[in-house]
């Protein structure tokens, strides 16, 4: 297959890429290649390009600053999967987009399914809420919804997010400020990879999976399970979400089940195993940790 890759250079876009290059022909797009936000780029470059599918990897990511930029937010989360979505539509491409547990409120007590009430609390979760609407006008889409990303890809640049910062913390022997109250599924970016690949040789029925590793989690517990295979002793502070002044609401439960994702034949593995697998491509010392 001849695979488009939008956002290839980003965490979950790098390892899409080292993936899915092992089989099929992948054309790489950076933020530097293609703005996605641009309708007309968009439509030009994928007719130039051709592709049997688009994966979009781009996002707006930020959280709290979508509060003060929520057309950045729509833009980038809703606005540009609209016409990644018409481009497939031209093309007759399959569309695969990466959404986000953030569409939920978090007040379950049971993981979410794909078949729960969406119900976001924040900009944030609005604008990636619209974006699976618009992904879904594709002829053939994948919804994947993915939560607290860890990992990289070889050779790719170093980890953002919570996880990295936390387990840098750690290994600077910095003392970790970590959510005891706040329950999630992470997800390993290498597994999201090998599970994407699977989806688009697989034959599945098009649709919304939850794309994350199996069981769920504190923020607490994912750091002591980290601290445990890494033989850490951290210095840990838990803190509750009502102790943080946060600009953009979080679901406080917000894991997921993948069980409809183990439906079609694509088993996720837990994410202690995915860990202890991380941790092996990990250079321990701080500040460079990936």
Request: aromatic share 6%; proline share 6%; hydrophobic share 45%.
């Amino acid at each position: 297959m001849r695979l488009a890759v939008v956002g290839s250079r980003g965490q979950l876009g790098a390892a899409v890429v080292h993936e899915c290059a092992r089989a099929h022909s992948v054309i790489a797009l950076t933020r530097q290649d293609l703005d996605v936000t641009d309708d007309r780029a968009v439509r030009t470059i994928m007719a130039r390009i051709k592709p049997d599918a688009i994966i979009n990897c781009v996002g707006f990511n930020d959280v709290d600053g979508s509060e003060d930029r929520p057309v950045q937010a729509l833009n980038g989360n809703a606005f540009a999967v609209r016409a990644l979505a018409q481009a497939a539509m031209d093309l007759d491409a399959t569309l695969v987009h990466y959404s986000t547990d953030f569409v939920f409120d978090g007040t379950k007590a049971t993981p979410y399914t794909e078949d729960d009430r969406p119900n976001p609390r924040s900009v944030y979760g609005i604008s990636k809420l619209l974006g699976e609407w618009f992904a879904a006008d594709a002829p053939r889409a994948f919804i994947l919804r993915v939560e607290s990303l860890f990992g990289r890809a070889p050779e790719a640049a170093p980890a953002k997010g919570s996880a990295a910062a936390l387990l840098n913390a750690m290994l600077g022997d910095q003392e970790v400020r970590v959510f005891v109250d706040r329950t999630i599924t992470p997800t390993y970016v290498i597994d999201a990879a090998h599970a994407t690949r699977q989806i688009l040789e697989g034959g599945i029925p098009p649709g919304l999976y939850h794309c994350v590793n199996s069981d769920q989690c504190t923020w607490l517990e994912f750091v002591e399970e980290l601290a445990h295979q890494l033989k850490l002793d951290p210095r840990l502070r838990p803190v509750r979400l009502a102790d943080i002044k946060l600009r953009a609401a979080r679901p406080r439960f917000c894991a997921l089940s993948n069980a409809r994702l183990g439906s079609v034949g694509i088993a996720m593995p837990s994410w202690r195993d995915a860990v202890a697998r991380y941790l092996q491509t990990v250079d321990r010392r701080p500040h460079t940790a990936g």
